[in-house]
């Protein structure tokens, strides 16, 4: 089936700096999606991506979906302390269901 | 996007016993998700619950292991049923973000331990 490879798992920065993290798929997708879960709480949509080659902004986050449908990457400037979470990607499969990587979890140091 | 509510939002409970997690969506929706997140992990798809139908259940998970019920388009349930300390997760509910859209929107989730 569809797997989806996120990377980094982890990332530990200093407040101010950029941060990049990136997700891979076997196989094509049409949409990417970006997620931020906060501890105890859901995942929130950041930015959704239709169609490859896409670069979209979302305050400090870009996201960009790969000429090849095959990835996505999410970059976050000038980080704050509020950043601290995980970030997910997903991508559809199958009638409205999500596949998820696996997550990056950041972490900053003021 | 819609507004989703879950209860509880956490729970210890003993092995053997039952859960049922509610989620109240404030608008209706046709498809609704129940996911599960194990500690430390991503987030997998259990089943999708549809109005009217019965609930469609992904490889791995069962039926009888979580019943769901989805009585209206703005309501569902999901039993975690006989539990063991390996059904501890973060349990969430979720919805399409508009007909046909890919996007999904998530509740808070329900933290449950099992002891």
């Known amino acids: 089936g569809q797997q989806l490879n996120q990377s980094p798992q982890s990332m530990f920065i200093q407040e101010g700096e950029d941060v990049s993290m990136n997700c891979t798929s076997s196989?094509?997708?049409?949409?990417w999606l970006w997620y931020k879960q906060d501890p105890g709480e859901g995942p929130v949509l950041l930015i959704a991506?239709?169609?490859?080659?896409e670069l979209t902004s979302n305050g400090r986050l870009t996201a960009q979906f790969g000429i090849t449908r095959k990835d996505s990457f999410l970059n976050i400037s000038a980080s704050i302390p509020s950043d601290v979470g995980i970030y997910f990607c997903?991508?559809?499969?199958?009638?409205?269901?999500?596949?998820f990587g696996q997550g990056t979890r950041l972490t900053i140091n003021p | 996007s819609a507004v989703i509510s879950q209860k509880p939002s956490r729970d210890i409970c003993q092995r053997g016993t039952s859960l049922t997690i509610q989620c109240q969506v404030d608008?209706?929706?046709?498809?609704m998700f129940w996911y599960r997140q194990q500690p430390g992990q991503s987030l997998t798809l259990i089943a999708t619950?549809?109005?009217?139908?019965?609930?469609?259940?992904e490889s791995g998970f069962v039926i009888d292991k979580f019943p769901i019920s989805r009585p209206n388009l703005t309501f569902s349930t999901l039993t975690v049923s006989n539990m063991s300390p390996e059904d501890s997760s973060i349990y969430l509910c979720?919805?399409?973000?508009?007909?046909?859209?890919?996007?999904?929107?998530f509740g808070q989730g329900t933290r449950l331990t099992v002891v």
């Open positions: 997903a991508g559809p499969r199958g009638a409205q269901k999500l596949v």
């Open positions: 619950a549809n109005q009217g139908s019965e609930a469609t259940y």
């Open positions: 608008s209706q929706v046709t498809m």
């Open positions: 991506l239709y169609k490859a080659g």
């Open positions: 196989s094509i997708f049409n949409t």
């Open positions: 979720s919805v399409e973000g508009g007909k046909g859209s890919t996007e999904a929107f």
